[in-house]
């Protein structure tokens, strides 16, 4: 009895980390300046295990990402390649699901061993409706310098999908 409660438990474990997790990112690409330069980030973010799709377009200068149902991919591994390929990345738009807490004054959201913090300029009527737990949602990730790149962002909400 105490092994099937034991199982029970690993399993519930293993399926909340899944329900977490990143489902697109629009990141802002900056230095891309020719086409071969666009194509060529474009075979390397291709690479990345757990992406659906992939789009670079140099006239937005953003690469688009849609991810796989289940993936482990986080923002600092995309952010990595993207300057493994030569440019910086800057600003995000992601959509994400996963565990929202409070922390203090603050909420965080966990994905992937990622940790968003919501930013103060989300604006107060999304702030108001946030509730602890599972949430979907798009935000905005604010630029980090490419030397420290980290597991921690800042996240602007811009809209709650679901909860």
């Not at 900056?30 to 757990?50: I, N, Q, T, V």
């Amino acid at each position: 009895m105490k092994r099937l409660g034991i199982i029970a438990f690993l399993i519930i474990f293993s399926m909340s980390g899944a329900m977490a997790q990143l489902i697109k990112v629009d990141q802002e690409v900056f230095g891309m300046d020719c086409a071969p330069c666009a194509y060529g980030l474009e075979r390397g973010l291709k690479k990345m295990d757990g992406l659906e799709s992939v789009r670079v377009s140099l006239n937005d200068g953003k690469a688009y990402l849609t991810l796989a149902a289940t993936n482990e991919l986080t923002l600092q591994k995309i952010q990595e390649e993207v300057k493994n390929n030569g440019f910086s990345a800057r600003n995000a738009e992601i959509t994400l699901k996963g565990e929202l807490l409070s922390e203090g004054n603050e909420w965080r959201i966990k994905v992937n061993g990622e940790t968003f913090i919501v930013s103060d300029d989300t604006p107060s009527d999304i702030l108001s409706k946030l509730n602890p737990g599972n949430i979907q949602l798009k935000g905005l990730v604010k630029d980090e310098e490419d030397d420290r790149l980290s597991s921690q962002w800042g996240i602007r909400i811009i809209e709650v999908l679901k909860s």
